[in-house]
């Protein structure tokens, strides 16, 4: 296949340029420290290629899972935007959104920002030359949306490739805040397919978004997704993941604080059983002034389940009054479950307050025989509290609905 | 009710149960005192199923032989151990772990599960008993709790699940006067002629406020000696070390015996 048949109409010019070397960029192997727990041989089964419009219907037990959320829904199925399920009438005054694809034909310096990898890795690679649609919205200055924006990401495997990109492009205007959720399911049990999401952040200052990833992808496939951040000043990110499903779930977060008084609190739940791996590769640089970041992140680890919490502080020179914490607790319900968690911390500044902590643990087993001496049975008592561990990472979201459709994937009970 | 015959008990090859008896009638309050290291809370242990315990003998609640039970069933069969260390569990919601308790046990029983109101009900009654305030129900489990409102939470447990047979491993321990008279009242609204109650203290202080029908004295593993409540008294008079030589010296009997 030559690269010319793969480039697709309208295309961002980076996306054009970058077929032109993407056969010659090579995978990621376990010498890449970012990808060491990676399952590579899967990997190299996924095969990308430009999406194929119109994508296929969405069956409806996939469209069950979707957690129905108030406010404008953005539906994309294999790399490409469907429009009849998208819900984009009576979009709140200061909010645009368009499809990646428009822009890219329409406006594409608009995606400049979004096309320029910052890692050289194939993956990136690929979506810079396939993730040629998906959502691009904008918040206007001084706009503040209450209703989240939901953009729902759904893959089914195709047959001529397996694996699908797509892009996520969010502006928030000065002073401007929201909330968007991304959704990440699919279907194709015992297919091996993958997805491959790319979303890019700017804050204006003193812009606050808060962004949840809900990952739930069927056990066959594979996800893969980069969100980069860029925060101008006293602006505030707010990441929140829940990374459940697909055989192996990357998530990356790479955070610019690159102006004074900027905040980003990053935190997440990994539950992983079977032989699931779930990785978070987080970096938060600090690049100005009196930047505020924490990661907090846990893991709840069953059967042969492996977890990975990569987290970089890096603290550039004259960032002085930085205050970055992280944290990294691991519940392992198995003795062949496995964490894999690391500090990254390079601190290049003076007055600098840096802290990071890891535990791992397994179930009490004091608190498992008193509850069961007052007559709640093993299997209950170990739920409730793998529950309690893994709730305190849903404290801080204020969406019941997210909240619940959490809870009904990790097997709660009643809560 | 209660038949305990010959139980033994060790952990890690070290045996702390040498063949205790004890027999406790329907109704009945039976107090057993004992020094540091007698086996007090092992005993406790061995009745609400604790793992980890190589056990012998036999001890049967109701005719029911618990030693075949696990933890769980042994609730459900009426018996209750009010913890000398209640466990903190955080992120669980007392009330939810209450209602939850409450339902495992009516469900193994094949009773209908207690909804939301009508347990509330319950609960507000039972920390009446403990003067608990309600924002007791909405805390995590012991988490953070003070020792005395550790202590009081296991009454209100205790008061909720309605045992049959309740065991109080040292719910004295730790507590100042005033929370012990209230845990003290506590217990004793819950005396009746159908329940039974086995109270393990070290100090007679606390059955002063809850009066044992009767008394014995847990020293190495064993019973040695068991009576009414003027044997508490007389413990507090004379200490344990009246019993202690006994069992010295009975073991230097033995071993010279052996010897012979």
């Given at each position: 296949m030559t690269a010319s048949s793969l480039i697709t109409p309208g295309a961002h010019p980076a996306s054009v340029a970058v077929l032109d070397r993407i056969g010659s960029i090579e995978l990621p192997t376990k010498r890449n420290e970012a990808w060491r727990y990676a399952p590579h041989a899967k990997l190299a089964k996924l095969s990308f290629g430009p999406s194929v419009s119109p994508a296929p219907s969405v069956p409806a037990e996939v469209e069950q899972q979707i957690p129905v959320l108030d406010g404008p829904t953005i539906v994309i199925v294999n790399g490409v935007v469907d429009s009849e399920q998208s819900k984009l009438d009576?979009?709140?005054?200061?909010?645009?959104?368009s499809t990646l694809a428009e822009v890219a034909a329409n406006e594409p310096e608009r995606l400049d920002g979004h096309f320029k990898p910052t890692t050289d890795d194939a993956f990136a690679a690929a979506n810079i030359a396939f993730g040629t649609d998906g959502a691009v919205m904008t918040v206007g200055e001084g706009v503040r949306l209450d209703a989240p924006i939901h953009i729902v990401n759904i893959s089914i495997p195709g047959e001529t490739h397996n694996a699908a990109c797509a892009g996520v492009v969010i502006d928030l205007g000065?002073?401007?805040?929201?909330?968007?959720?991304?959704?990440?399911i699919g279907s194709g049990e015992g297919v091996i397919g993958g997805s491959n999401t790319r979303t890019t952040i700017t804050l204006a200052a003193n812009a606050s978004l808060e962004h949840i990833v809900l990952q739930d992808?069927?056990?066959?496939?594979?996800?893969?997704?980069t969100v980069g951040v860029t925060q101008a000043e006293g602006s505030e990110f707010v990441g929140r993941s829940f990374n459940i499903g697909a055989s192996f779930g990357r998530l990356e977060y790479l955070v610019d604080l690159a102006?004074?008084?900027?905040?980003?609190?990053?935190?997440?739940?990994?539950?992983?059983?079977?032989?699931?791996v779930l990785d978070q590769q987080i970096t938060v640089i600090h690049g100005a002034l009196d930047g505020v970041s924490t990661q907090s992140y846990r893991g709840v680890l069953d059967d042969n389940s492996v977890g990975v919490f990569n987290g970089g502080i890096d603290v550039r020179p004259g960032a002085n009054g930085t205050d970055a914490a992280q944290s990294n607790a691991n519940l392992l319900l198995s003795d062949r479950a496995e964490i894999n968690t690391q500090p990254r911390l390079e601190i290049l500044a003076d007055e600098v307050a840096c802290k990071h902590g890891a535990t791992v643990g397994q179930l009490d087993e004091t608190a498992l025989y008193y509850m069961r001496s007052r007559g709640i049975p093993a299997d209950e008592a170990r739920r409730l509290l793998i529950?309690?561990?893994?709730?305190?990472?849903?404290?801080?979201?204020?969406?019941?609905?997210?909240?619940?459709?959490?809870?009904?994937?990790?097997?709660h009970t009643d809560g | 009710m209660l038949q305990v015959e010959n139980l033994t008990a060790s952990i890690g090859g070290t045996q702390i149960l040498k063949g205790l008896d004890l027999s406790v009638g329907t109704g009945e309050v039976h107090a057993i005192m004992g020094p540091n290291g007698s086996g007090k809370s092992t005993f406790a242990h061995a009745l609400a199923g604790r793992d980890g315990y190589e056990i012998g003998g036999t001890i049967t609640l109701d005719g029911q032989?618990?030693?075949?039970?696990?933890?769980?069933?042994?609730?459900?069969?009426?018996?209750?151990?009010?913890?000398?260390?209640?466990?903190?569990?955080?992120?669980?919601?007392?009330?939810?772990?209450?209602?939850?308790?409450?339902?495992?046990?009516?469900?193994?029983r094949g009773e209908d599960e207690i909804g939301a109101r009508d347990f509330l009900a319950v609960a507000n009654k039972a920390m009446e008993l403990v003067e608990m305030k309600q924002d007791f129900l909405h805390r995590a489990v012991n988490a953070g709790f003070s020792g005395g409102e550790k202590k009081r939470n296991e009454i209100l447990q205790m008061a909720i699940m309605q045992p049959r047979l309740a065991v109080l491993d040292e719910t004295d321990s730790g507590l100042d006067i005033d929370a012990l008279r209230v845990i003290a009242s506590g217990v004793n609204s819950l005396r009746g002629p159908d329940r039974s109650m086995i109270v393990i203290t070290h100090y007679q202080r606390l059955l002063d406020y809850i009066e044992p029908d009767f008394v014995h004295v847990l020293v190495d593993g064993k019973i040695v000696k068991s009576g009414d409540r003027t044997l508490a008294m007389h413990l507090e008079v004379n200490g344990y070390a009246d019993f202690i030589d006994e069992e010295n010296d009975a073991a230097g009997r033995a071993m010279s015996g052996a010897k012979s």
């Open positions: 009576q979009l709140p005054t200061g909010l645009s959104v000065t002073a401007s805040s929201a909330t968007v959720v991304e959704t990440r992808l069927p056990i066959s496939q594979i996800q893969l997704s102006a004074d008084g900027a905040r980003v609190d990053l935190s997440g739940l990994f539950f992983g059983r079977g032989d699931q529950d309690a561990f893994a709730d305190q990472t849903l404290e801080g979201v204020g969406i019941e609905t997210i909240r619940s459709w959490v809870r009904e994937r990790l097997g | 032989d618990l030693l075949d039970m696990e933890p769980e069933a042994r609730a459900a069969a009426g018996l209750f151990l009010g913890f000398q260390y209640p466990v903190e569990i955080p992120g669980v919601n007392n009330m939810y772990f209450l209602r939850t308790a409450l339902n495992s046990v009516r469900k193994t």
